[in-house]
């Protein structure tokens, strides 16, 4: 694997409020007695409305709500209108699966690891992420090639959800990769040279001053031979052909 992207995480234990949020609901729906030990012949209405519940809060944007909901009635509406949308599609047995998957996840103890180029990106305003912790921050150094981006507070960010928001973080992936991709070039072309010049100064040592021209001692591309291939010696053909197989 050459690179990775991880968004809206943390690289630690599902643990302080993230696994409470998620065990209130998990207990939500167990407790719900209509929930029936999840042989329920039709959805556990109040445990999918605190589902709904948690997961308005956790996903969402401060910021931006308080901007397109500037009034009590604008957020009553919204909060109606939420449950209307959502309400309908959930199912108490995948959602409790859904929320308690995460309970092993723990990478922290394997970062040094990765040795993929790896482009590392939250948000500030994410509930489940919040930047306070201070997690990202000290653990990135943790991966040999990491960096990472805490976008800031916008009109465009969506809390946890930006994730899902290219046009916020395309830039930081761009300019990480593009970099990158420089880095590679020039440690390629900087190999690419010692290797011609190493060649050069065997050639120089190996062949008779009279039988060879370089028109340039540093570039094995500006060399013209003038002896036959077949005749180089043994150890100067071998590095030739190693050189130009890469």
């Given at each position: 694997m050459d690179a990775l992207m991880p968004l809206a995480c943390q690289p630690v234990q599902i643990a302080g409020r993230n696994r409470i949020w998620r065990k209130m609901v998990m207990d939500a729906i167990r407790t719900d007695?209509?929930?029936?030990?999840?042989?329920?012949?039709?959805?556990?209405?109040?445990?999918?409305?605190?589902?709904?519940?948690?997961l308005l809060i956790a996903?969402?944007?401060?910021?931006?709500?308080?901007?397109?909901?500037p009034t009590r009635d604008a957020a009553d509406k919204y909060l109606d209108d939420y449950f209307?949308?959502?309400?309908?599609?959930l199912d108490a047995n995948d959602f409790l699966y859904q929320v308690n998957a995460s309970r092993n996840y723990d990478p922290l103890p394997?970062?040094?690891?990765?040795?993929a180029q790896v482009m590392y990106i939250n948000s500030a305003d994410d509930f489940i992420n919040p930047p306070e912790l201070g997690i990202a921050d000290r653990e990135i150094k943790r991966v040999k090639n990491g960096r990472f981006v805490l976008i800031p507070i916008s009109d465009e960010t969506r809390g946890h959800g930006t994730h899902t928001k290219a046009v916020v973080w395309k830039q930081y992936w761009r300019s990480y990769w593009e970099n990158q991709r420089t880095k590679q070039f020039e440690a390629a072309r900087s190999?690419?040279?010692r290797r011609n010049a190493v060649l050069n100064l065997q050639l120089a040592r190996e062949l008779p001053p009279a039988r060879r021209k370089l028109s340039s001692p540093s570039l094995l591309s500006a060399a013209v031979f003038t002896v036959e291939p077949q005749r180089l010696p043994a150890a100067v053909a071998s590095t030739f052909a190693r050189v130009h197989r890469r």
């Open positions: 007695p209509e929930w029936k030990g999840g042989e329920y012949s039709a959805e556990p209405q109040q445990a999918l409305r605190t589902v709904l519940d948690f996903g969402s944007a401060p910021l931006y709500m308080q901007k397109t909901l209307k949308a959502r309400l309908a599609g394997q970062l040094e690891k990765i040795t190999d690419r040279a």
